[in-house]
């Protein structure tokens, strides 16, 4: 179709980036109740963890190889089907913005020009904690 936009080809992060090397940069952490929506003809299944167990959004699920300085945020973020009820209540959607939108910024006016994908977690950490984000 002429004239229509054209979507980015994406490349996943692999184990070399250094995003992708820190499964544990988490961006947020939650313990709301997940629903896991299933095809037509069965039922939901809802989960509801115990008190004192938490699942965490990491850093990387927001950002790809290539192309490097894009972010994502919202239901675009990278999930497995299971993993997307993690992130469907407004708080959760809130951090993964804020935590989006910091990266981008950051990124965008580091002297050092690293694009999204590579720039340090630490430093998008201690900005959104300075923002006062509730990290877990």
Known sequence: MRGAPRTPKCRALDSQSPIGQHPGMEIKASSFKLRADVPEGRKAISYQLHQNIAYAIPL???????????????????????????????????????????????????????????????????????????LG
């Open 60 to 134: 990387r699920s927001l950002v790809v190889a290539s192309p490097q300085n894009l972010v994502f945020v919202g239901r675009g973020i990278s999930a497995t089907h299971e993993a997307s009820a993690a992130f469907r209540v407004t708080p959760i959607a809130m951090a993964i913005g804020q935590a989006g939108g910091t990266l981008a910024a950051l990124s965008a006016l580091d002297s050092e020009k690293r694009p999204a994908n590579v720039f340090p977690y630490e430093l998008v950490r201690a900005r959104l904690l300075a923002d006062g984000a509730f």
